[in-house]
């Protein structure tokens, strides 16, 4: 990667011969293979990028020094060399900072060198990434979504993460992974018996992998799993990744009523305490940006540009407990955002000037997900399946619905994961029993490496209807593995000229299977 041409594409393929479309997932990146050098381990990562700067991450083997050097060409002529950082086993000789100062809508290159800090002569090989800055003025934009990463113990087999690398073929400005980035509460055996004959092989697992997470340790491992494949690693190389979560970086549906005491897979019974444990391992290993008023918040805004505004909601850390949800007054227990995540929600959408706002959500507003999907008893997202007048965590989102009619904010679409199928929904007030809105968009798109499942049911109290849907057929069954074909990812294309948001759903195997162009409300 030293002597690359000077264009994206060229840097695009480089990164795809390194590994992004290749279908073997075997080799483990390592840089420098003497034991007497460090040596990176789990590849590069950017992240929240908007037009003038952009997070940058790294792994080394060992305590460390890393160099950043940082340059708007490929061949880091006149590049500026920043202050070192140290890698310990602290933070699990991870590393990550925030490049600062960059010139908007830019080709940014950044390179970490790492040198022993028992033996600071003893230096690694280079390793290097790229990102672009978000544009000041109103040019295309393209972005991926998708979510729900190593799931249902559909680890690496021989193909290895294949959508990752078809995401990355549309060499998109950023990718927004909507949640279930690990799945803590996976563990995956060696192979597994596929329906109708043959062996699922998870050909890259590691000890982390085999039972459920529990220490600090065993989380951070979940996340160092899915960097052992190549077509994750060669898409976080090129494209800066916008995290946000759901359960499965905790266990599967938490919240304050999840009850561990009967489960033999756990002996940490406290949810709290895995709760904790996995919400660092979520920082350190991901290029989510540090909050210095609440350390350790995953909702955000990123400016991207006049034409896009990406709200990341929270709908995991500050819900009350799951339960009926049945309440007929908003209370702290029967919400999922919370007080203050609310208000700064209605504050950023009321004050933002983009044409578009994405409100990245990382569980759809009307499908039903059950807190207990083998009795269907319990509300794990925000329908609680009665169709009726909003009751629980509706009244947070219906009350949210009003304030966004009433303040005249416009061209707000949202974007989901969670339910391992993709879908495309138009919520429409005349179909609704709680009718104090504008139409809106919701599109969900997923699993990207996990089980397929679904579909789940509607709740009619925001009146979505249904436009597309891609799921498995009765005769497939649930929880079909990666190989069946059933994994999805959306695209997002804004043209600079005329602002329209067109909307793709896609398959692993780039097959487009829904579009449709999204006009803007123009500001009267």
Known sequence: ???????????VTSASAA???GVSSLALPYYSRASQRPAFTHGVQSGDVDATSGMVWTR??????VMFEVSSTENFANATRLAPLDTSPASDYTVKRLLTDLASDQDIFYRMTAADLADINAVSEP?????????????????????DTAGQGWGIDETGMKTYATIGKHTPDFFLHSGDTIYADGAMKDEVDLPGGGKWKNV?????????AETLDEYRDQWKYNMMDRNVLGLSAICPTFYQWDDHEVLNNWSDSKDLSADNRYTEKSIHVLAARAA???????????????????????????????FFLDMRSYRGPNGPDMQDEMTPQSRMLGEQQTKWLKRELANSKATWKIIAADMPLGLVVWDDGTKKVGAEAVSNGDNGLPKGRELEIADLLRFIKNAGISNTVWLTADVHYTAAHYYNPDKAQFQEFNPFWEFVSGPIHAGTFGPNDFDMTFGPELKFIKAPSAEQGQNLPPSAGLQFFGLVDINGASEQMTVRLMDRDDNELYKVTLDPVRSA
């Open 127 to 147: 390793i290097t990434g790229r990102f672009r800055t978000a544009p000041a003025s109103k040019r295309d934009i393209r972005f991926a979504w998708s979510g």
């Open 60 to 65: 080394t083997d060992r305590p460390s020094r």
């Open 204 to 212: 890259v697992l590691i000890d982390g992998k085999r039972k459920v």
């Open 280 to 310: 660092r391992a979520f920082h350190e290993m991901t290029t989510i940006r540090y909050e210095p008023s609440e350390p350790g918040r995953v909702y955000r805004k990123i400016a991207y540009g006049p034409l896009l505004d990406v």
């Open 19 to 21: 590994g992004l479309v």
């Open 1 to 11: 990667m030293n002597k690359l041409s000077m264009t994206r594409r060229a840097f």
